[in-house]
């Protein structure tokens, strides 16, 4: 299994970017397919999830900000960020996996990360 994140790379804030997380030998519309991210000095945190059913879930700091989506036919999940702000400045990683029967986002798979660096 390979989850090929890009898109990455340096803007201003205020700006936007489109991270891609392309899945290989994993069927993405089979797994709730998740971003993370991990900022400097800081543990890696939750970003949001899109679910089978397409449903989305999102952290309180980046609502109303990103949106996830899934292309099935291109077997890819997509992290759409807009007004971007330096404190979302960090490592970003796709994963995969499912919600546990205790409500819980477990994951499965993770992908390499792709550098996402905003400047005030």
């Known amino acids: 299994v390979q989850l090929q994140a890009s898109g990455g790379g340096s803007v201003q804030a205020g700006g936007s970017l489109r991270l891609s997380c392309a899945a290989s030998?994993?069927?993405?519309?089979?797994?709730?397919m998740g971003w993370f991210r991990r900022a400097p000095g800081k543990e890696r945190e939750f970003v949001g999830r899109i679910s089978r059913g397409g449903g989305t879930v999102y952290a309180d700091s980046v609502k109303g900000r990103f949106a996830i989506s899934r292309d099935n036919a291109k077997n890819t999940v997509y992290l759409q960020m807009n007004n971007l702000k330096p404190e979302d400045t960090a490592v970003y990683y796709c994963a995969a996996g499912g919600i546990t029967s205790s409500g819980r986002y477990e994951v499965n798979y993770w992908g390499q990360g792709t550098q996402v660096t905003v400047s005030s």
């Open positions: 030998r994993l069927t993405v519309s089979y797994y709730s």
